[in-house]
């Protein structure tokens, strides 16, 4: 483990022209050494959130009041004068590939702000999280879009191709019963979703994801909020919008085996053609059709052991 001397040592040797230009100190997370994480206090916190809001045009915070902001993600800053300029996030991820369980983490709020870039922030952080994780942790991956997809490469990530997979409607019997739209603004609404997904099985043994409640609601939150749907005769929450005559059906959580065909009857209506999954379906027991993945992001995977081989999606409702 990296212990706080170990990490002033390592700021003071590659960081000296950092701190004559910037005035800056590097504010670590490490769960190793006991250090609080920043998330707590404050002041920190709001600064983190405004670099966010600056960025990609959202903050956490709605995320962190309610909860759902763990310690299973940890934000490593470059703090300028009580100012967050600079950051990369991790999140601790428990990843199922071909059905074997493995600890990843999961890199994602990758941010400098314009004032600070061009400096190498960004890099350094990256840097020092591979080097800090590479101990306990065998498998990184990303997500980034397409203005950035040459900076990955450097630090050891290779791009791989994603599919998606496809269900023609036919052959599918529509059904009566009728799909609830939940309400998470309504705090007991927002419980009952947090209850469902907690413990929940992967939805994919080809890539999937345990004990990924606290991302969940992040899209709960923030992405699909308006896509939240539940069944109460089989107690099965799903995620879903209808675009055209496409329904994409982002997650499925269910606690026993998912008829989907059953399933699909029920959320169907008259207009739609065919399901788009957004996640590996191969454990609905559906014959779908996959082609590549249409994308502006590109995913990024690095390890030393561990491969991702075949078709697969990783799950939206687990995106950093």
Known sequence: SITAKNRKTWFMQNNQEDLISLKAHICLKNTFSGDPNY????????????????VFGFDLEDWYQKGFWSDRYNPYSFIVEGRVVANVSINKMDVVLAGQRHKAIQIGTVMTHPDYQKRGLAAKLMKHVLEIYAVDYHLFYLFANNDVLNFYPKFGFESLVRSQFVLDRKNITLHKLQMKKLDISKPEILNMVYQM???????SNVFGIENGQNLFM????????????????????????KEGKALHIYDIVYSDESNFKKLAGILADEDIERFVFRFTPDLLNVDTISSLLETDDGFFVKSDSIDIKGEFLSPLTAEA
Request: charged share 30%; net charge negative; aromatic share 10%.
């Open 39 to 54: 998330k707590d206090v404050k002041d920190t916190r709001l600064s983190f959130h405004e670099l966010t809001n600056t």
């Open 218 to 241: 992040y899209h709960c939150l923030y992405i699909l909020n308006d896509c939240i749907y539940y069944l109460e005769e089989e107690n099965i929450l799903i995620l879903c919008k």
């Open 197 to 203: 997904v907690t413990g929940r099985k992967p939805v």
